[in-house]
């Protein structure tokens, strides 16, 4: 209520946003932007320019609210200037804030210290970026003065929220994480057998926006295991040494699932992350699942607490001693705007990197031989797989989100992960020479 009365008092002196990838995260938001007081939009850059001005149509947008034909004249005029440079919108000096939301990771890491240093702060909608090299952005941008943020409406910034919630009022976090649809057979899913997993028709992908490599990030748990390091680096949590176990479980058993082994439940330990799944693993459906939600389990730490639970009608574990928060849904784009003002008005962001806790490597989906060349997230070469930073630096192991285009020069086996040793590494890499920046957090391990 805060914020937007301050947006409210800001109609005559909007926040000037600027957004690089005006992709379907990008276009939620735009629909949203201009419906929303004290806001901006003043530039889009996007390699398809004729498909932005469409886009914009299509969401609401009147023709002459988007058609400036310089900078100069979409700040003057309250309009958008659409380009095809993200580099020009990046040298607008009066720009806000910048949404970098091209789903490409080394164009969001040059776009982002770009911005730096122009100034300006980034909201990175590009969690793969952040899954990278998350911590090594946050340090940049502290030292040009300005804010790097997760994206709200994207689930790490919204489990960001709930484990500060928790935190806030004197809880201990147990577990922070989000559901998703799960079978462990999802890992060696293809843009090929993705439509089927999900059970969409031909005409239906033929009649939408639907990208199969996206769709299959999101199915083969690259996507989760992406999110999940993000969560784990912004908030001090680790992930189990196994990565994710994608346990099942319903809204009402949060509590009992999401607690330490010991204590009769899923995790390896305490102040982890994982993704729950929305099926069993016989693959019928969970009632009251947690698909499209996020959650975090904590600990009441004192009988008193645990009895308060009790007196409130608090769902809890068996025990009395965990209980659960959860939101049962995100709305990605659409609520980018909270992340807008919470950065340009309070100085502050919706989640961000503080340590290398952990970090996404490449596993084969498919026996690979020499000379084959991988493709990256989504696709029919390798998924993404959570492990502690600490492992995956030891064990030299390829990150997820440098796989793309590299040639494997050794067998590798299906399910295995893929070392530095096993691929033709790329000399003078900047993103090689920006991790080498980051130093992974050993963490507790019981």
């Not at 330990?269 to 069993?280: D, I, N, Q, Y």
């Not at 849904?329 to 705007?337: D, P």
């Not at 070392?419 to 980051?438: I, K, T, Y």
Request: aromatic share 8%.
């Amino acid at each position: 209520m805060v914020l937007y009365q301050q947006l409210k008092q800001r109609e005559d002196n909007p926040l000037r946003v600027g957004l690089i990838g005006a992709g379907k995260f990008g276009s939620m938001y735009l629909a949203q932007a201009h419906r929303t007081p004290g806001v901006h939009v003043a530039a889009i850059a996007d390699l398809d320019v004729p498909r932005v001005h469409g886009t914009l149509r299509r969401i609401g947008w009147p023709d002459h609210a988007h058609g400036a034909e310089s900078v100069e004249a979409a700040l003057a005029e309250h309009t958008c200037f659409v380009t095809d440079d993200a580099q020009k919108l990046i040298n607008i000096s009066e720009l806000d804030v910048i949404i970098e939301s091209t789903g490409h990771v080394v164009a969001a890491v040059d776009h982002a210290l770009q911005a730096f240093d122009a100034g300006t702060h980034i909201i990175m909608v590009t969690v793969e970026a952040d899954a990278l090299i998350g911590p090594v952005l946050a340090a940049r941008a502290a030292a040009a003065g300005v804010v790097y943020s997760l994206a709200y409406g994207d689930q790490p910034a919204l489990i960001c929220e709930l484990v500060d919630w928790a935190r806030l009022s004197g809880f201990r976090v147990t577990c922070a994480g989000k559901g998703t649809k799960y079978l462990p057979e999802f890992h060696f899913s293809t843009p090929d057998t993705v439509w089927g997993y999900y059970g969409f028709s031909d005409e239906q992908v033929a009649s939408g926006d639907y990208n199969a490599p996206m769709f299959n990030s999101f199915l083969d748990g690259t996507k989760s295991a992406i999110e999940m390091a993000a969560v784990a680096n912004a908030l001090d949590l680790y992930p189990a040494p196994g990565g994710l176990g994608f346990p099942p479980a319903a809204v009402d058993e949060l509590a009992q699932v999401c607690r330490p082994k010991r204590n009769g439940g899923a995790l390896e330990r305490s102040g982890t992350v994982e993704v729950v799944s929305s099926l069993h693993r016989d693959g019928s459906t969970i009632a009251q699942d947690l698909r499209w939600g996020v959650y975090v389990s904590f600990e009441a730490g004192h009988e008193y607490v645990a009895r308060c639970f009790k007196e409130y009608g608090i769902v809890t574990d068996d025990s009395g001693q965990y209980a659960a928060l959860y939101k049962p849904a995100h709305f990605i784009g659409l609520e980018l705007g909270v992340s807008v003002a919470t950065v340009c008005l309070q100085g502050q962001p919706t989640g961000v990197a503080r340590k290398f806790n952990a970090d996404v490597v490449a596993v084969a989906k498919r026996d690979l031989k020499p000379g084959d060349r991988l493709d990256g997230e989504g696709g029919y070469t390798v998924f993404g797989k959570l492990l502690p930073s600490a492992d995956s630096i030891e064990q030299d192991v390829l990150p997820i989100g440098m796989s793309h285009g590299l040639t494997v020069t050794g067998p590798v086996a299906r399910g295995q992960q893929i070392r530095w040793a096993d691929v033709e590494r790329a000399n003078g890499s900047r993103l090689l020479e920006l991790r080498g920046q980051m130093s992974p957090d050993p963490g507790p391990r019981s």
